[in-house]
T-cell receptor
């Protein structure tokens, strides 16, 4: 069975600080990887996704993530956060080619102080 | 495209009452999901469907039933609501292997 671990449950940063949120998964086969963001009071929206190819993926709003296969990791990064990045961030994994059920991490709550 | 819509947005029930949450998607997706989100618990899968007429149990199915009579609709029913079912419910849909599209959520309070 797949599992996803997000190590940081709560992160508090000041504006302009750099961000890195960890995501590790356990699954022996090929995976599709996703980061979703949930702004306060809203639903989850896709930030970025990785299926294959260049392991450095760029998403919306200046976010990027790097897939490191040997470490089973897909960490999310942003060089300079803004107050508007305050949100909950979820990492998700599906097995390529046939999994019906995405596996989500517990989420990381990010608060950015102006 | 409206994407994924959910009805109602808010609801307050008394213990023992029943209700149905409606999810509709206009993207012709095969796969649909119902999740509940509680503080500190992330998203937990209640039931899902891999096509019209099919349903399957997720991680926390007890106390809920679902139906997928039409491809575009996925209904979540609570037959006898309990305070433990107070939560925010999200519906999602997708094609196999691709990202999920989430609805705006239904905030349910059971008194």
């Amino acid at each position: 069975a797949q599992s996803v671990s997000q190590h940081n449950h709560h992160v508090i940063l000041s504006e302009a600080a750099s961000l890195e949120l960890g995501c590790n998964y356990s699954y022996g086969g090929t995976v599709n990887l996703f980061w979703y963001v949930q702004y306060p009071g809203q639903h989850l929206q896709l930030l970025l996704k990785y299926f294959s190819g260049d392991p450095l993926v760029k998403g919306i709003k200046g976010f990027e993530a790097e897939f490191i296969k040997s470490k089973f990791s897909f960490n999310l990064r942003k060089p300079s956060v803004q107050w508007s990045d305050t949100a909950e961030y979820f990492c998700a994994v599906t097995a390529s080619g046939g999994s019906y059920i995405p596996t989500f991490g517990r989420g990381t709550s990010l608060i950015v102080h102006p | 495209n409206a994407g994924v819509t959910q009805t109602p947005k808010f609801r307050v029930l008394k213990t023992g009452q029943s209700m149905t949450l409606l999810c509709a998607q206009d993207m012709n997706h095969e796969y649909m999901y119902w999740y509940r989100q509680d503080p500190g618990m992330g998203l937990r899968l209640i039931h899902y469907s891999v096509g019209e007429g099919t349903t399957a149990k997720g991680e926390v199915p007890d106390g809920y039933n679902v139906s997928r009579l039409k491809k575009q609709n996925f209904l979540l029913g609570l037959e006898s609501a309990a305070p433990s079912q107070t939560s925010v419910y999200f519906c999602a849909s997708r094609e196999l292997g691709d990202e999920q599209f989430f609805g705006p959520g239904t905030r349910l309070t059971v008194l």
